[in-house]
Each structure stands twice: as C-alpha cells, then as structure tokens.
C-alpha cells in the first residue's frame, strides 16, 4: 500500500541542526498529510510537524520556529529541518502519511495512517 522509509537521524550536539527525509512509494492514489512524529524512551509518541497536499503546516509548541517542516508532493516526500537542538529533542522520529490506495481491483480504498520504520535522533549537551 504505503511504504514510507526514513533517512537522516544521528548523533548531533546541542544546538546543532539535523535534516531528517521521508520517502513515500506504493501503489497509493494520493497522500493527505506527512509528517512526523517521535516517541522519546518512556513517553507516548508526540506530533512533531505535519503538512497537507495544500501546504497548510502545523508544529509541536515545542519546536516552533526551531524546526521547520517541507513537502514536495511531486516526489512524495517530506524533510525536516531540525536546528537549535535541545536534548529533550531526541528520541526515535517517525514519518507519517495519511493516504488513499488503490486495492488489487483498482479501487481507491483509505484514507489510513501509515509509519516509516523510525530514525534515531540524539542530542548530546
């Protein structure tokens, strides 16, 4: 249906950046919102940034204006630009789709949520 793989994540400092890329592939027949998600150990997982095909963006209240979220719809794919990072930023970042799919009959099926496999981010201080 929808696949959606991660690349991106490591090890930065504090106060540095990281770009975190998502790229969707499958037989799906549009894609609603991307974006992402992450989950630190411990804690649920928590709305990041999101984006729809009609580029209307939301962030966490804790990334405002430190992160910023892109979409090329063209290619399927969604970034993050992560700068100023703080420790409490780390944890394990997934992409997310929203997206409508063609079953084997041709039919479009969905919308339904999808999730990348996650990319680790650590901040070190």
């Known amino acids: 249906q929808v696949q959606l793989v991660e690349s991106g994540g490591g090890l930065v400092q504090a106060g540095g950046s990281l770009r975190l890329s998502c790229q969707a592939s499958?037989?799906?027949?549009?894609?609603?919102?991307m974006g992402w998600y992450r989950q630190a150990p411990g804690k649920q997982r928590e709305l990041v940034a999101d984006?729809?095909?009609?580029?209307?963006?939301n962030y966490a209240d804790s990334v405002q204006g430190r992160f910023a979220i892109s979409r090329d719809n063209a290619k399927n794919t969604v970034s993050l630009q992560m700068s100023s990072l703080k420790p409490e930023d780390a944890g394990v970042y997934y992409c997310y789709a929203n997206a409508a799919y063609y079953d084997r009959f041709g039919i479009v099926r969905g919308p339904s949520d999808y999730w990348g496999q996650g990319t680790q981010v650590t901040v070190s201080s």
């Open positions: 984006a729809t095909t009609a580029g209307r963006t």
């Open positions: 499958g037989s799906f027949s549009s894609i609603n919102a």
